[in-house]
C-alpha cells in the first residue's frame, strides 16, 4: 500500500499536464479585457460614425440654398453671425441623430456666420458612452468629438445696363419675308423708313405697324421684356439683379442718351418699362435736327459711361456691373477726330453734303468703359439687307468688305472688338434675339460667379 502510494506521488510530481489549464486561467483575464475593449471601442466608433454624420448634415443643410441662414445672409449688409442659422443647425443635428441611444451628448455648438461674399457654418460636438469591459482596467467610459465645417458661396449682385439702339435703322424690316412686305405697302422702302412728318398712319412705320410687319424694334422690345423674366426667374434674392434700360432718345429734336428705366431691382415694373420702348421719330428726311444722322455713337457712349457708377465686388452694397449693347453696329453722325471716318487706317467715305459719317462703331468707345472693370455683352443685330439704293451705297461695302482694311464685315469686327471676350452674339431676328439676349444674361451671371 505505501509502495503505490510513493508511485503515485512521484508520477504526480513528474505530470505537467495541469499546467495548461494554469496558464489558460491566467491568460483569460487579459484576452477578455483584450476582447472587451474592442467590443467597447467599435460600439464608440459607431455612435461616433453617426453623430458625424448628423453634424455633416447639419453643418451642410444650415447653409443650403433654401435655408433660413441663406436668405437673412442675403439682407445682411455686413458680416457677423447669423442666429437663425444657429438655431437651424441645431434643429438638424437633432432630427438626425433621434434614433442613436447608448451614449450621452455633453455639448453641441453650431455657429453660422457671413464673411464677405460666402456663408461658413461649423457643427462641433463631444459625447460619452459608458463602457461595459474596459471598467476592468478602470476605464468606465469612453469620450467622442467631431466638427464639421461647411461653406456656400452667395450668389453675387450684378446690376444690368440695357443700351438699346433705337434709331431709324432699326426700324429694318425684321426678316425677309417682312421686308418684301414693307417694300410693297411703302412702295419700295424698307430700310430707315420711319418718317414723322407724315399724317397720323402713313408714315412708313405706322403702315409697317399696321399691316403685321416685324420690324427689328419690335423683336427688340419683346427681347428686352423676357429678359425680364429670365432675370426674375434666375435670381436667389429678390434684389440681386437691378435692371436699367437706355435708349438713343424719342425723337431726333431731342437725340441723346435718354433713360427709359432708371436702375432698379423691381423687374416687373422693368418688363413695363421695355413694353414702351419704341423706334426714335424723325421730322422727314434731312430734318432741320440732325440731316438724318441719328446714331451718335461719339455721344451715347461717354454718356452711359458716366450713367454707370463704378462696379463693385458684387456684394449687395458693392454689385459687378454689366452693360448689354443691343444695335445693328452702324454709326451714323457728324464726322469727328473719333469717329471712323476720321481714323486714318480706314478709308471710309463721308456723305459731304452734310458732312455725314457712316461707319461701323469705334471700338475705342468701349475700350474706354472696359478698362473701368465694366464688362460690355454686345449682341449684334445683323442686317437682312433690302434692295434699297442708300443701303447698297453707304452700308453693303463694309458687310462685304469694299471699304476699310479686313475682307470681312468691318461692322461686325468691331461690334466683336467692343464686347468683352465671350460676350459677343451676332444674330438675325430669324435667329431669336430674344434667345440670343436670355443666354447673353444667364453667361453673364455664369462668369460673374467665377470672377468673383
Known amino acids: 500500500m505505501r509502495a503505490a502510494f510513493r508511485i503515485f506521488s512521484r508520477r504526480f510530481a513528474r505530470d505537467q499536464r495541469g499546467n495548461v489549464a494554469v496558464i489558460f486561467a491566467l491568460c483569460c483575464v487579459p484576452l477578455i479585457t483584450f476582447v472587451g475593449c ?71 455648438t453650431p455657429t453660422v456666420v457671413k464673411s464677405g461674399s460666402t456663408v461658413n457654418s461649423t457643427v462641433s460636438f463631444t459625447a460619452t458612452i ?124 431731342t437725340i441723346g442718351l435718354r433713360s427709359l428705366f432708371s436702375l432698379s431691382s423691381s423687374l416687373t415694373s422693368a418688363k413695363t418699362a421695355a413694353g414702351s420702348i419704341d423706334l426714335m421719330a424723325v421730322a422727314g428726311q434731312n430734318d432741320s435736327y440732325t440731316a438724318d444722322k441719328d446714331t451718335p455713337f461719339t455721344t451715347i457712349f461717354p454718356a452711359i459711361n458716366s450713367a454707370i457708377a463704378s462696379p463693385g465686388t458684387g456684394t449687395s452694397a458693392s454689385p459687378l456691373k454689366y452693360l448689354f449693347f443691343v444695335s445693328d453696329g452702324v454709326a451714323d453722325e457728324t464726322n469727328s477726330s473719333t469717329t471712323m471716318c476720321s481714323v486714318s487706317s480706314a478709308s471710309y467715305p463721308l456723305y459731304t453734303p452734310t458732312n455725314r459719317c457712316q461707319s461701323p462703331i469705334n471700338p475705342a468707345l468701349c475700350t474706354t468703359i472696359k478698362n473701368r472693370g465694366i464688362k460690355i455683352a454686345v449682341l449684334y443685330t445683323t442686317y437682312q439687307p433690302p434692295t434699297d439704293n442708300w443701303y447698297n451705297t453707304w452700308i453693303s461695302p463694309f458687310n462685304a468688305g469694299t471699304w476699310g482694311p479686313s475682307p470681312n464685315s468691318k461692322i461686325a469686327q468691331n461690334m466683336q472688338s467692343c464686347a468683352s471676350p465671350g460676350f459677343y452674339f451676332e444674330v438675325s431676328p430669324t435667329q431669336g434675339i430674344s434667345d440670343a439676349m436670355n443666354a447673353l444674361f444667364k453667361k453673364a451671371v455664369a462668369d460673374a460667379r467665377i470672377s468673383g
Do not use: E, W
Open 130 to 253: 459608458n463602457t461595459m469591459f474596459l471598467g476592468l482596467i478602470g476605464k468606465t467610459a469612453l469620450t467622442m468629438s467631431g466638427t464639421s465645417t461647411s461653406t456656400a458661396n452667395m450668389p453675387l449682385y450684378v446690376d444690368f445696363y440695357l443700351l438699346l439702339d433705337n434709331s431709324p435703322s432699326m426700324g429694318v424690316a425684321a426678316t425677309p419675308t417682312d421686308i418684301t412686305n414693307m417694300q410693297a405697302k411703302t412702295g419700295g422702302c424698307a430700310f430707315a423708313c420711319h418718317d414723322t412728318s407724315k399724317s397720323a398712319g402713313t408714315s412708313n412705320y405706322d403702315i409697317a405697324k399696321a399691316n403685321g410687319i416685324t420690324t427689328r424694334i419690335d423683336v427688340v422690345r419683346q427681347a428686352s421684356a423676357n429678359l425680364m423674366d429670365t432675370a426674375q426667374n434666375t435670381q436667389t434674392y429678390t434684389n440681386q439683379f437691378r435692371m436699367a434700360i437706355y435708349d438713343f432718345g424719342a425723337a431726333s429734336a
Open 38 to 108: 474592442a467590443v467597447d471601442y467599435s460600439r464608440a466608433t459607431q455612435v461616433r460614425s453617426k453623430l458625424q454624420a448628423a453634424a455633416d448634415a447639419a453643418s451642410v443643410g444650415a447653409i443650403a440654398k433654401a435655408s433660413p441662414a441663406f436668405a437673412a445672409a442675403g439682407t445682411m449688409t455686413s458680416d457677423g453671425s447669423i442666429s437663425v442659422g444657429v438655431t437651424d443647425a441645431k434643429n438638424i443635428f437633432d432630427a438626425n441623430r433621434a434614433n442613436l441611444t447608448g451614449y450621452t451628448l455633453d455639448s453641441v
